[in-house]
């Protein structure tokens, strides 16, 4: 390696360059038309947010980027800015000035407004193909980041942080380097504290312009740099910093998700508080029902449909005899909102004979109401008599009350209590009439909340209601440190009858600690789904390690890469000729008949291609990048090859297995999302199995 392609998180300052009376407030930011409207009437203080901020921080930090760039070129390194009104955004976005910072935010609107404006997506996204990446963020924006997100073991992270924020600081497989900064740290280094993350990233900069191959070896050992900074001459107090070597990270990983904020005596405290009260009761998993259907007579070889194959009368589910023999989940959790989509839904599962017979699954059913689907209402466009009357003629063995969600901007005091009252009366007139009028399902009542002691209050109020079986929404994005908050909160008003769901949650990492706080059941599409919206770990296995399918898209099916292609002049017969020639080679690879590299030259020849153009234009720069990215990727893919070990029905069908490795297509990517799914309810069974071995263990030694 030449010199690391580098990447600066950083956050946006109070000061700024233009300082006009009518900036935008935190409001213009939720409303696109008034933000439009807004940054007309402020166009003449527009300029790039590289040059808008003029906080101490920024100016040191850009004083260092130029020093790189002016050493190893432009391209060398990137900045990103996290801004409290735009979020993520690139140093060269322009912008007009704003009054919104994390800094005078609560905790918990400084979670919602980071959800709302997408930053842990964001920057999960832009990390991607970087080395070296520095974050020099402050404790509330640093927590926006929602650490960990997916990182790779060739990627080094540095964080600057004080030490109240390093528990939010967590680099999943990435080689870590924490830097503590404190006040007298501040004081050695001849710089106010709030100068000094870039009074030192400016440090690193000059350093590595005099002394060749430093950014290489702070990349390779990131605790060069740890040494360096204490060879300074006003070095910093000891000690400076905390350093994680990747397999003990690794090792953390394993256990559960999010290790850098609970510590593992933490967690071990949560198995030492007493066991729920309604533990005796089984543990189940839904997976919520998106049409997800495949042709089961897809010929791969020649990409054709069966012959005269209807889609939705004739594709079927992963449930299905002729894909799965047994299903992969407890239940499916039918959503009001997914089946109000499409006009003939519902009259199709009633003229099916109900839910049941309509998805050909004979497990158990659950509705809701699809909060996500009317967030932005001001009311649920539903009333209770209306939602009663549904559940129980399309035969539904569970319902769920009408809720209002509490996330995001909609987490705001005012509206959250309004939503909070709401969703409580809902559940009230919900099982007062459920009773009155004899309706034969199960029903469950929602407790949506902001904090640990609002979701406690409402559980036991539901639990005052009479519900057996309460579900706690809202925590789909959560992490699962404050949804482990919640629950201990919530666990104590729970009887011994009483069933929990988690809501859109499904994380095997911590279903020791949801099962010891009563959770007896939740529903997940994430296994199922991340096997197209993952870019990066989409096939997954038993171990728990994902690899990334091997992308050869359709030539004709015109996708605005293909589209970008034809129009900088490819001819469609060399495209065609390359798509061909992949598909070939992953095949002939998987058979043994060619070698890894003979396969993967041929796999590259056309993925090489395929960078998304932004505006028109390909960015050599990105182009580099996917080519390194997934040279790595498919590498990895073909040495470990994990189709051929993989004991499903799909992977052990000679006719698709390889076939669910490529992604390309509805047949392929959703199969390989069953796939996922069996993966998932495998590791699931396992747990379960586990425990109920720990149970008789137990019972034994008494
Ligand atoms: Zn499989």
Redesign the pocket.
């Given at each position: 390696m030449s010199c690391p392609r580098i990447l600066i998180i950083t956050s946006c300052t109070g000061k700024k360059h233009h300082n006009p009376t009518n900036q935008l407030t935190i409001e213009d930011f939720k409303d696109t038309q008034r933000l439009r409207e807004r940054t007309e009437s402020l166009s003449e203080f527009s300029c790039p947010s590289g040059q808008m901020y003029t906080g101490l921080q920024h100016l040191r930090l850009m004083e260092g980027v130029d020093i790189l760039r002016s050493h190893f070129g432009k391209e060398a390194v990137d900045v990103k800015i996290i801004s409290a009104g735009y979020g993520l955004i690139p140093e060269d976005k322009a912008i007009v000035p704003y009054s919104v910072t994390f800094n005078s935010m609560k905790n918990d609107e400084v979670y919602s407004w980071g959800d709302y404006l997408r930053i842990h997506e964001d920057f999960q996204q832009e990390i991607v193909g970087y080395d070296l990446i520095f974050v020099l963020l402050g404790d509330k924006y640093l927590r926006t980041l929602k650490l960990p997100v997916k990182t790779h073991s060739h990627q080094t992270f540095i964080f600057f942080a004080s030490n109240k924020s390093i528990n939010y600081i967590d680099s999943g497989n990435a080689k870590l380097l924490t830097l503590t900064l404190s006040n007298k740290s501040a004081s050695r280094f001849s710089c106010a504290l709030v100068g000094l993350k870039g009074h030192l990233l400016k440090l690193i900069a000059t350093e590595a312009s005099r002394v060749p191959h430093l950014l290489e070896s702070i990349y390779n050992n990131p605790e060069t740099l740890e040494e360096l900074l204490n060879k300074q001459p006003n070095p910093l107090e000891l000690p400076l910093g905390i350093s994680f070597s990747t397999e003990s990270k690794l090792h953390l990983q394993n256990k559960s998700h999010r290790k850098s904020k609970y510590t593992e005596e933490e967690l071990c405290s949560i198995l030492k508080l007493p066991v729920a009260v309604n533990q005796h009761l089984k543990m189940q998993y839904f997976i919520p029902e998106w049409d997800d259907k495949v042709d089961a007579g897809y010929d791969f070889l020649q990409d054709k449909f069966s012959p005269n194959r209807k889609a939705c009368k004739d594709d079927i589910y992963a449930h299905e005899e002729k894909i799965y023999e047994k299903p992969n989940y407890d239940g499916i959790l039918v959503s009001k909102i997914v089946v109000d989509k499409r006009k003939s839904k519902r009259n199709d599962i009633e003229a099916a004979g109900g839910i049941q017979k309509y998805l050909k699954f004979s497990g158990e059913i659950m509705g809701d109401c699809g909060a996500f689907g009317y967030i932005k209402q001001p009311e649920p466009p539903y009333n209770t008599i209306e939602i009663l009357d549904y559940y129980q003629r399309l035969g539904f063995h569970y319902g769920v009350s009408i809720d209002h969600l509490i996330v995001g901007p909609f987490a705001q005091p005012g509206i959250r209590e309004e939503r909070y009252d709401l969703t409580l009366r809902n559940a009230e007139e919900f099982i007062s009439k459920h009773q009155k009028f004899g309706y034969t399902f199960t029903p469950i009542g929602v407790a949506q909340g902001w904090s640990p002691e609002t979701y406690a209050e409402a559980v036991k109020k539901l639990v005052e209601m009479e519900y057996d079986y309460i579900a706690i929404g809202g925590v789909a994005r959560t992490p699962t440190i404050e949804i482990l908050e919640i629950l201990k909160e919530v666990y104590q008003h729970l009887t011994p009858k009483t069933r929990l769901h988690l809501f859109g949650v499904g994380r095997i990492d911590a279903l020791p600690y949801f099962r010891h706080l009563g959770v007896t059941s939740f529903d997940s599409a994430s296994p199922l789904r991340k096997a197209w919206f993952d870019a990066v770990e989409n096939y997954h296995t038993l171990s728990g390690k994902a690899y990334a399918a091997v992308r050869i898209p359709f030539v004709d099916k015109q996708s605005q890469r293909i589209k970008h292609l034809l129009s900088s002049g490819y001819e469609r017969e060399t495209l065609k000729q390359l798509e061909q020639e992949a598909l070939k080679a992953i095949r002939e690879y998987d058979k043994g008949n060619i070698s890894l590299d003979e396969s993967l030259k041929k796999l590259l020849a056309y993925d090489e291609l395929l960078e998304l153009p932004r505006d028109g234009i390909v960015n050599p720069t990105a182009k580099a990048r996917r080519l390194r990215q997934h040279t790595q990727l498919y590498r990895e893919l073909l040495e470990v090859k994990p189709?051929q070990e993989?004991?499903?029905?799909?992977?052990?069908n000679p006719d698709c297995?390889v076939e669910?490795i490529i992604f390309r297509g509805n047949d392929r990517n959703r199969r390989?999302g069953?796939?996922?799914t069996?993966?998932f309810y495998k590791r699931f069974q396992e747990f379960l199995n586990a425990e109920n071995c720990n149970i008789d263990s137990t019972k034994e030694s008494t």
């Open positions: 189709w993989c004991e499903c029905k799909i992977c052990q297995r669910t390989r069953f796939h996922n069996y993966v």
